[in-house]
């Protein structure tokens, strides 16, 4: 049940202070006083909580967005760490 739109991406404002925007199973938009809206996840590894950077909106769309969070999550349930580098796995 996705909560953003393409839309609704564009159209948020930055605010004084840094603010975060959900979609759903982790994913959401930090948004930051300069204007700059960077694809965040966030997923829990062993019982602690994990941050991943996906990268500057609107360089990675929404649609890529949820299609990296969605390869993390399927990496999770393997169970691989999914923000591990490839040459230590």
């Known amino acids: 049940m996705p909560v953003l739109s393409d839309a609704k991406v564009r159209a948020l404002k930055p605010k004084e202070k840094p603010y ?22 966030k997923y829990r590894w062993m019982g602690k909580e994990k941050l991943l950077s996906f990268g500057k909106y609107p360089d990675l769309s929404l649609k890529q967005a949820r299609a990296q969070r969605d390869d993390a999550r399927k990496l999770l349930a393997e169970p691989q760490f999914p923000s591990r580098p490839p040459w230590l796995c």
């Open 20 to 41: 975060k925007q959900a979609d759903f199973d982790g994913l959401f938009l930090l948004v930051n006083p300069g204007g700059s809206k960077l694809w965040r996840c």
